[in-house]
C-alpha cells in the first residue's frame, strides 16, 4: 500500500538523481560541444568576465556529480539557484519557448524550483554519507 510517509525519502532520491545528471549534462555540455574556449567566448559577449565561465562550468560538473551522489545536496542546490537564475537571464529576451532560437526560457525557472524543492527535500534516499562541514549549519548539510 502506498504510504507518503515512507515514498518521500525515494521521491526526494530520485528527484536529486534526475536534476544532478541533467545539471552535470549542460555542464558537459559546455566543454564537450560548445568547448571551453567557445563557452568563454559567449559569456564575453553577454559582457560576463572570463571567470564566470570557468565558475558555470565547475558549478555544474561538480554541482552534478555531487547531486547524484548525494553528497551536501542542500548546499549544492542552493548554490545552484544563482547559476540557474543567471540562464534564465540570459534567456529571457529569446521568447518563453526553448525551441525559439537561442533558446527561450522556459526550463530555467522551472530548474530554480526544482533546486530550491530539492534543498528543501534534502538528499532522500540512496545517499552518500559525506563528512560533515565545519561552520555550516547541520540542517543543510542532509
Known amino acids: 500500500m502506498f504510504n507518503p510517509n515512507n515514498n518521500t525519502a525515494y521521491g526526494a532520491a530520485l528527484l536529486r538523481v534526475s536534476f544532478g545528471t541533467l545539471i552535470l549534462a549542460h555542464g558537459l555540455l559546455k566543454i564537450l560541444v560548445f568547448t571551453v574556449p567557445g563557452t568563454v567566448g559567449f559569456f564575453a559577449s553577454l559582457g560576463l568576465p572570463a571567470i564566470v565561465a570557468y565558475l558555470v562550468i565547475f558549478a555544474e560538473i561538480a554541482g552534478g556529480l555531487a547531486l547524484i551522489a548525494g553528497a551536501y545536496t542542500r548546499i549544492v542546490s542552493l548554490g545552484l539557484i544563482p547559476v540557474l537564475a543567471g540562464a534564465t537571464l540570459v ?52
Open 91 to 142: 534567456h529571457l529576451p529569446n521568447g518563453w519557448l526553448f525551441s525559439a532560437e537561442g533558446g527561450g526560457w522556459e526550463f530555467p525557472p522551472f530548474l530554480v524550483v526544482t533546486a530550491g524543492v530539492q534543498a528543501l527535500l534534502g538528499s532522500g534516499a540512496f545517499a552518500l554519507k559525506a563528512p560533515r562541514l565545519p561552520l555550516i549549519p547541520r540542517a543543510l548539510q542532509a
